[in-house]
């Protein structure tokens, strides 16, 4: 379908779209509705879109953002092919558009922060593309740049209001943007607000979750999360996240054989029509195999919950688009005895190193360090461990994921230097932990015992 700019239809925010088709419009913004709001169904949502117009530039640009989004290496083949059909339709496109398939692009060869700079440049002239700033939020996310996706929201919120479509999204990304500046006043109304206009917000639930987190709310969040969890049926593996954090809270009550029922039923659940269909999201493995590690760091037995996961891990051997998942998928391998295939995952780590791109430079400085630490940690040479991951600790932010998540990390560190006897680095993992939360360390079960047998020393 050849589109001009007399012919163009408008989505719902009323930016310009390339296709004359209104079906075709109707299905980009049911589409878009989906993506926010984390729907199981998108796929199909977008199926629907490109065989409502198969030659709209933007919807093709859609399937490579989704391809890209699942951090998967197997998946980048589908996003340059998208970005390539993309580009071939995209002489009709508007500037905007045509500024997406190159933000496409250069996500697909490697090049983030590029990616990041085009859609950011398209948000200074279109702060409603929800799909522009989306996706920012996300990369940023998953770079570790809080300030900058707290920079990005509070540059666009003054152009929306509550009569768009897609304000909850803004809101709930503002608050989780807030939350992990540590901003925690300006976060939790904002989340609050999202889900008083949209209770099905995962978003935003998870925003405000996560304060409750840092904050050591952990009746509060139990029942804000059990209290929502009726409005999450029908979406995607986020409520799977979800379901972790309050486990989160149940662990730090003692409540173990009720962290385990949530395991199994909830957010690992291998007979889950979600989990089925995607076993090894990189969200879903970060779930599962921090929750294992926090759960025998305390002497909880987890049975044979390892193993799938290490089936998984020497599965996708050499795959290192998510850096933060690399050393969970190291957690599992370890915590099964499966030396070698550990030792091939830090071998795999070590060829992407070398690569050009921004996250190859992540891989290299952070996630490397930690694995070959892993390994070290493994064999019992804690003192080894303790020197490996030391530099790394500094900047290991940039792996993505939230504090929250990090945590598992930093217990690593502080169970290596325990184990080896190095208190003045258990004091050092120590200082940074109390810098990032707003209650003392001695609080949270994971550090309870470092933070007596530091003083003691």
């Given at each position: 379908?050849?589109?001009?700019?007399?012919?163009?239809?408008?989505?719902?925010?009323?930016?310009?779209?390339?296709?004359?088709?209104?079906?075709?419009?109707?299905?980009?913004?049911?589409?878009?509705?989906?993506?926010?709001?984390?729907?199981?169904d998108?796929?199909?949502?977008?199926?629907?879109?490109?065989?409502?117009?198969?030659?709209?530039?933007?919807?093709?640009?859609?399937?490579?953002?989704?391809?890209?989004?699942?951090?998967?290496?197997?998946?980048?083949?589908?996003?340059?092919?998208?970005?390539?059909?993309?580009q071939?339709?995209?002489?009709?496109?508007?500037?905007?558009?045509?500024?997406?398939?190159a933000?496409?692009?250069?996500?697909?060869?490697?090049?983030?922060?590029?990616?990041?700079?085009?859609?950011?440049?398209?948000?200074?002239?279109?702060?409603?593309?929800?799909?522009?700033?989306?996706?920012?939020?996300?990369?940023?996310?998953?770079?570790?740049?809080?300030?900058?996706?707290?920079?990005?929201?509070?540059r666009?919120?003054?152009?929306?209001?509550?009569?768009?479509?897609?304000?909850?999204?803004?809101?709930?990304c503002?608050?989780?943007?807030?939350?992990?500046?540590?901003?925690?006043?300006?976060?939790?109304?904002?989340?609050?607000?999202?889900?008083?206009?949209?209770?099905?917000?995962?978003?935003?639930?998870?925003?405000?979750?996560?304060?409750?987190?840092m904050?050591?709310?952990?009746?509060?969040?139990?029942?804000?999360?059990?209290?929502?969890?009726?409005?999450?049926?029908?979406s995607?593996?986020?409520?799977?996240?979800?379901?972790?954090?309050?486990?989160?809270?149940?662990?730090?009550?003692?409540?173990?054989?009720?962290?385990?029922?949530?395991?199994?039923?909830?957010?690992?659940?291998l007979?889950?029509?979600?989990?089925?269909?995607?076993?090894?999201?990189?969200?879903?493995?970060?779930?599962?195999?921090?929750?294992?590690?926090?759960?025998?760091r305390?002497g909880?037995?987890?049975?044979?919950?390892?193993?799938?996961?290490?089936?998984?891990a020497?599965?996708?051997?050499?795959?290192?688009?998510?850096?933060?998942?690399?050393?969970?998928?190291?957690?599992?391998?370890?915590?099964?005895?499966?030396?070698?295939?550990?030792?091939?995952?830090?071998?795999?780590?070590?060829?992407?190193?070398?690569?050009?791109?921004?996250?190859?430079?992540?891989?290299?400085?952070?996630?490397?360090?930690?694995?070959?630490?892993?390994?070290?940690?493994?064999?019992?040479?804690?003192?080894?461990?303790?020197?490996?991951?030391?530099?790394?600790?500094?900047?290991?932010?940039?792996?993505?994921?939230?504090?929250?998540?990090?945590?598992?990390?930093?217990?690593?560190?502080?169970?290596?230097?325990?184990?080896?006897?190095?208190?003045?680095?258990?004091?050092?993992?120590?200082?940074?932990?109390?810098?990032?939360?707003?209650i003392?360390?001695?609080?949270?079960?994971?550090?309870?015992d470092?933070?007596?047998?530091a003083?003691?020393?």
């Amino acid at each position: 379908m050849t589109t001009n700019s007399n012919t163009r239809c408008r989505d719902a925010r009323g930016l310009a779209i390339s296709t004359a088709s209104a079906a075709a419009a109707a299905a980009f913004d049911h589409l878009i509705v989906g993506y926010l709001t984390q729907r199981a169904d998108t796929p199909d949502r977008l199926a629907a879109l490109l065989e409502a117009d198969p030659d709209f530039a933007l919807a093709h640009c859609m399937r490579g953002y989704f391809a890209m989004m699942a951090y998967k290496q197997a998946t980048v083949p589908a996003a340059l092919d998208a970005a390539r059909t993309a580009q071939s339709l995209a002489a009709g496109a508007t500037p905007r558009e045509r500024s997406h398939v190159a933000a496409l692009t250069a996500w697909a060869e490697g090049d983030l922060d590029r990616t990041i700079a085009l859609w950011e440049s398209i948000l200074r002239e279109h702060p409603l593309d929800v799909v522009a700033f989306r996706l920012a939020h996300f990369a940023n996310f998953w770079l570790g740049r809080p300030q900058d996706m707290v920079s990005s929201v509070e540059r666009v919120l003054p152009a929306w209001s509550g009569e768009l479509p897609g304000y909850t999204a803004i809101l709930a990304c503002h608050s989780f943007a807030h939350e992990e500046a540590g901003n925690y006043l300006a976060a939790e109304p904002s989340g609050r607000r999202a889900i008083e206009l949209d209770p099905g917000d995962l978003w935003a639930a998870h925003a405000v979750a996560h304060v409750m987190e840092m904050q050591g709310r952990r009746s509060e969040g139990i029942a804000w999360l059990t209290e929502l969890a009726p409005n999450w049926e029908g979406s995607h593996n986020m409520q799977h996240h979800l379901w972790w954090h309050l486990a989160l809270f149940e662990l730090e009550y003692g409540n173990h054989e009720r962290v385990l029922e949530l395991y199994d039923t909830r957010f690992r659940n291998l007979a889950a029509p979600l989990t089925v269909a995607s076993p090894d999201v990189y969200i879903d493995v970060q779930n599962a195999a921090s929750m294992l590690f926090r759960l025998q760091r305390l002497g909880v037995d987890v049975g044979r919950r390892w193993d799938e996961l290490a089936d998984k891990a020497e599965a996708r051997i050499g795959d290192c688009a998510s850096a933060f998942t690399l050393p969970h998928w190291m957690m599992a391998l370890t915590a099964t005895g499966r030396t070698a295939a550990a030792q091939r995952t830090v071998e795999g780590m070590r060829a992407y190193a070398r690569e050009p791109g921004t996250v190859a430079r992540i891989v290299r400085d952070y996630a490397l360090p930690i694995a070959e630490a892993q390994l070290a940690y493994a064999a019992g040479r804690y003192t080894e461990a303790v020197a490996l991951m030391r530099p790394a600790l500094g900047g290991m932010y940039r792996l993505g994921g939230s504090h929250a998540q990090q945590d598992v990390l930093e217990q690593f560190f502080v169970d290596a230097a325990l184990k080896a006897g190095r208190h003045g680095d258990v004091r050092l993992v120590l200082e940074r932990v109390a810098g990032l939360r707003a209650i003392a360390p001695e609080r949270f079960v994971g550090w309870r015992d470092a933070v007596a047998r530091a003083a003691a020393a």
